[in-house]
């Protein structure tokens, strides 16, 4: 393959691991790690931090035009912020999901997603990378679990941060948020056509990071 540029796009619910096979992968191939959820969720925290109200009117388009976000060591950068940690609440996590449906988010975020993929390889995690920012990318997974299976991993992942949080409520939270992705009408959350399906139901991270490695080393293989 020499040093040819390729792009692996992993796309999937949130509760799946996403972002961990995606860093894991980054690092076991050497390759740039974007995690496009955390760019919707620094939106999120940036509207909520200066009262916008979530709907697509002038307020936001004049914040987006002064919003700079970048990455750095697995590190996000907001306006020069690390607000890597601010950016992990609930309360965000929905405000994220809230103001990835409006358009003009997605056009300044997709914009800069795909810039970073063309001048490197990258892997992308989020809910539409293989169907809408990376649609030619030479790998494309999309990882799925059980509600539940998920909704626990997020509780316990919520819990070890230190926030006070219930099960039920994160099961909820996870489920409306499930179908608002499903059913936007910008980009819904569903698996490319050409994407190879990882059930990780039951899988500890090592599991799904040995079957996504064989799935991206089959797939380039063929290049």
């Given at each position: 393959?020499?040093?040819?540029i390729?792009?692996i796009?992993v796309?999937?619910?949130?509760?799946?691991?996403?972002?961990t096979?995606?860093?894991?992968?980054?690092?076991?191939?050497?390759?740039?790690?974007i995690?496009?959820?955390?760019?919707?969720?620094?939106?999120?925290?940036?509207?909520h931090?200066?009262?916008i109200?979530?709907?697509?009117?002038?307020?936001l388009l004049?914040?987006?035009?002064?919003?700079?976000i970048?990455?750095?060591?697995?590190?996000?950068f907001?306006?020069g912020?690390?607000?890597?940690?601010?950016?992990?609440?609930?309360?965000?996590?929905k405000?994220?999901?809230d103001?990835?449906?409006f358009?003009?988010?997605?056009?300044k975020?997709?914009?800069?997603q795909q810039k970073?993929?063309?001048?490197?390889?990258?892997?992308?995690?989020?809910?539409?990378?293989?169907?809408?920012?990376?649609?030619?990318?030479?790998?494309?997974?999309?990882?799925?679990?059980?509600?539940?299976?998920?909704?626990?991993?997020?509780?316990?992942?919520?819990?070890a941060?230190?926030q006070?949080?219930r099960?039920?409520?994160?099961?909820?939270d996870?489920?409306?948020?499930?179908?608002n992705?499903?059913?936007?009408a910008?980009?819904?959350?569903?698996?490319?056509?050409?994407?190879?399906?990882?059930d990780?139901?039951?899988?500890?991270?090592?599991?799904?990071l040995?079957k996504?490695?064989?799935?991206?080393d089959?797939?380039?293989k063929?290049?």
């Amino acid at each position: 393959m020499g040093q040819k540029i390729f792009q692996i796009a992993v796309d999937g619910p949130s509760g799946t691991g996403k972002s961990t096979i995606a860093k894991n992968v980054a690092k076991k191939l050497g390759i740039e790690y974007i995690d496009t959820g955390a760019m919707y969720r620094a939106v999120g925290l940036k509207m909520h931090r200066l009262g916008i109200p979530m709907e697509e009117t002038q307020p936001l388009l004049t914040m987006l035009a002064d919003t700079d976000i970048d990455f750095s060591d697995e590190h996000i950068f907001l306006d020069g912020e690390d607000v890597s940690e601010l950016i992990r609440t609930q309360e965000i996590s929905k405000a994220a999901s809230d103001c990835s449906a409006f358009a003009s988010v997605r056009r300044k975020l997709v914009d800069l997603q795909q810039k970073m993929a063309k001048s490197k390889s990258v892997i992308m995690d989020g809910r539409d990378i293989g169907t809408v920012i990376l649609p030619e990318a030479e790998v494309k997974i999309f990882l799925f679990a059980s509600n539940t299976e998920r909704a626990k991993r997020r509780y316990e992942e919520l819990r070890a941060k230190g926030q006070t949080v219930r099960y039920e409520d994160v099961l909820a939270d996870m489920t409306k948020r499930d179908e608002n992705d499903r059913t936007r009408a910008t980009a819904p959350a569903v698996a490319a056509k050409d994407a190879v399906l990882l059930d990780n139901s039951g899988f500890e991270p090592e599991q799904t990071l040995k079957k996504a490695i064989e799935i991206i080393d089959g797939k380039l293989k063929k290049q």
